[in-house]
DNA sequence: TCCTTATATAAGACTAATCCTATATTATAT
DNA sequence: ATATAATATAGGATTAGTCTTATATAAGGA
């Protein structure tokens, strides 16, 4: 459901062809919402189906045509729609919790292991997050106006808030691990 | 995936029934992975066929038998392997932040009404983890040694953390929307 | 020369998870 | 009197998302 709205959401800046949206994807919003290539081209098939969208074949020599997609009125009144609407709640799911969960079944050694291993990731991802800002592609100058790159801001600054927690809360862990807090039993 | 070692996991403190095991989800990991009934049944007899774990009916009279599964020694070498090993690295979902993205669509005031209804509902949520420790069922009793109920802490300051970083996310949000400092196109 | 990347689309198969429904009885609450 | 919660299981249908493969060509790098 997410992903029709996302669409139609990066459609009402500009037309696009499913492998634009791709690539805007991959710059954009991956970091909350990642999107399948096969996905795409599917659910724009279903927003056509469904009104919310229209197409253009823009025909070209050697390669597939580009099937390019715009919004329509109806697709405006409900991306509007549900973005006035509420939160669309969506349950938190997190594997790796699930390790920690068990992780009495190891020794000491091997969940220093997995906390440090945590913990490299989240800075690695901290690390990527920094430079977003910076990379702003080709795509995204139909979102640059101040309005809508404010907002862009603010789903990045989420993730980076929400990482550091994350981090910090590894951290701790680590450091109760080392300092032998752990209760062995 | 996950939720075959989340119930190996569980039986691997105590042997469960299907409908147990729907109960322990409820009131453990739920807050960081959900487990829909239907779905613990398939997935019980899915371990079952794969030898990792075993069942024995015990009748009733008036209601359908008790089938309590217990961890085979396969199921325990599954999961050992499981969490000594690399981190299940999901890829992070968030649909409110989909929203937030494209929020530039909406007035100012529409704004302010999303993030605090954001806000509310993260303070609710928190106001639940706080009570979490104290609700510990009797199912529980089976996970209540001391180096299983650390980890099981562990997760829960997890969610309290995250959640107060959304939370400070939203409000931050709330006070720069009040100063006027969205930018307006 | 050969391999990879970019451009462009899309179907097929599969997995995980959700939602709904069915069965059967007892106890409790309104 | 009626409804709902608790105990216990499980199938059917559906949705969302992933992975793999197919088609077609040009440009660039090793």
Redesign the pocket.
């Known amino acids: ?3 029709e709205f996302a669409i139609l959401g990066f459609l009402n800046y500009h037309p696009y ?4 949206l791709k ?1 805007i994807f991959d710059t954009s919003i991956r970091h909350f919402w ?6 795409i ?2 659910t ?2 279903r927003l056509t189906e469904q009104g919310f969208a229209g197409m253009e074949k823009v025909p ?1 020599e ?7 997609y715009h919004i329509t009125e109806a697709g405006q009144a409900a991306l509007r729609e549900w973005l006035a609407g509420p939160p669309p709640l969506d ?1 938190p ?1 997190s594997a790796p919790l699930i390790q920690v969960f068990f992780a009495g079944q190891l020794t000491d050694e091997e969940i220093l292991a997995k906390f440090d291993g945590f913990a490299a990731i989240m800075r690695a991802i901290l690390a990527q997050y920094d430079q977003v800002p910076a990379q702003i592609g080709p795509y995204q100058q139909e979102i640059t106006p101040p309005r809508e790159h404010f907002f862009w801001l603010l789903t990045l600054d989420n993730g980076i808030r929400t990482m550091r927690a994350n981090l910090e809360w590894a951290e701790s862990v680590i450091e109760r691990i080392k300092s032998g807090k752990v209760p062995s039993e």
């Open positions: 459901m997410s992903l062809t499913g492998y634009d690539k990642p999107a399948d290539q096969s996905q081209y599917r724009l098939a070209q050697d390669r597939p045509d580009r099937k390019v349950e799911r």
